[in-house]
């Protein structure tokens, strides 16, 4: 029986909708949740994943600015403009489109701007808050991966969850995310010996490795949710997933599909932290992530 499909796009639009309901309680009280977003060079990829989140912003109501450096910028001009927005009252969330040219160090970029507004969530306080199980603003993608399990009514605590990536922006967020919410969690990455051994066991199998066809339907459990976060460019231009697709629907009860999965819920999440901070800068608390 073929897998389930958990449709990003249709999940994501449902998370929209939900936004836009807080954001016009926020209206009510004078405030326009903003995202500032920082460009540095001239990469098209980057530029295009910016006027996507841009158009994203525009659709629910959130003020949304891009700030266009050149790629010889020097760090002083990048600290000089967060430091001003992270005193804009007017902006609730910034990010920094990653890659950065070689000459800036994105780690020291990255924790100039004030958690508060860490929207993407790769400040080190906000990172570090997961170890001790509390989320303030969680990175985009392992949120958008716990919303889509969430929407699925996908079993967590208790179940065996393998998360093959380790870095620290998807990988180990998303694990220490699941371990929050009692899974028992084992994380892999490419050069596990004998990976076949953890997948077949996992209830939920979530993959972000960056090489396509990684994981086939034979080294699945039946009946496991497989999220695949990998997306691959392949040389006749199609984007593929770490996932092969067509034998792990076979086995799997849900699966996401790339591309239309889990890349959708980004933006979604980034949104949703913006509007998690313009809450915040108000007083107001409300569960995190909102449902």
């Known amino acids: 029986m073929a897998a389930i499909l958990l449709d990003g796009a249709a999940i994501a639009q449902d998370v929209y909708a939900q936004l836009h309901e807080r954001i016009q309680r926020l209206h009510v009280r004078g405030i326009q949740p903003g995202l500032a977003a920082i460009l540095i060079g001239e990469n098209s990829a980057s530029r295009i994943y910016l006027k996507n989140k841009a158009r994203a912003c525009a659709r629910v109501g959130v003020h949304s600015e891009m700030f266009e450096f050149p790629a010889d910028c020097s760090e ?6 967060l430091q001003a927005l992270n005193a804009d009252s007017r902006i609730h969330g910034i990010l920094v489109q990653l890659p950065l040219p070689a000459h800036l160090r994105s780690e020291r970029i990255l924790q100039a701007i004030t958690p508060a507004k860490d929207v ?4 080190w306080v906000n990172l570090g808050a997961m170890v001790a199980g509390h989320t303030l603003l969680a990175p985009c993608t392992p949120l958008g991966v716990m919303t889509m399990l969430d929407y699925a009514r996908s079993p967590i605590e208790g179940r065996n969850a393998v ?5 620290a922006l998807v990988g180990k967020p998303l694990a220490l995310m699941l371990i929050a919410r009692g899974a028992t969690v084992s994380v892999c990455n490419s050069k596990t010996t004998d990976l076949r051994q953890y997948t077949s066991i996992a209830d939920i199998l ?5 090489r396509p066809g ?6 699945i459990k039946p009946g496991a949710v497989v999220i695949d ?3 691959n460019r392949m040389p006749d231009g199609k984007l ?5 697709f067509a034998s792990a629907s076979q086995v799997a009860s ?4 790339v591309p239309g999965g889990v890349g959708r819920m980004t933006v979604a999440m980034l949104l949703a932290n913006t509007v998690t901070a313009a809450e915040r800068s108000l007083g107001i608390e409300v569960p995190y992530p909102a449902q």
């Open 206 to 210: 979530a993959v972000a490795v960056g």
């Open 229 to 231: 976060i990998g997306i």
């Open 240 to 244: 593929a997933g770490d996932v092969d």
């Open 254 to 257: 849900r699966i996401t599909p």
């Open 76 to 81: 002083h001009e990048i600290f000089s403009k």
């Open 163 to 167: 998360v093959i990536g380790r870095s």
């Open 214 to 219: 990684l994981i086939d339907g034979s080294m």
């Open 120 to 123: 993407d969530g790769f400040n």
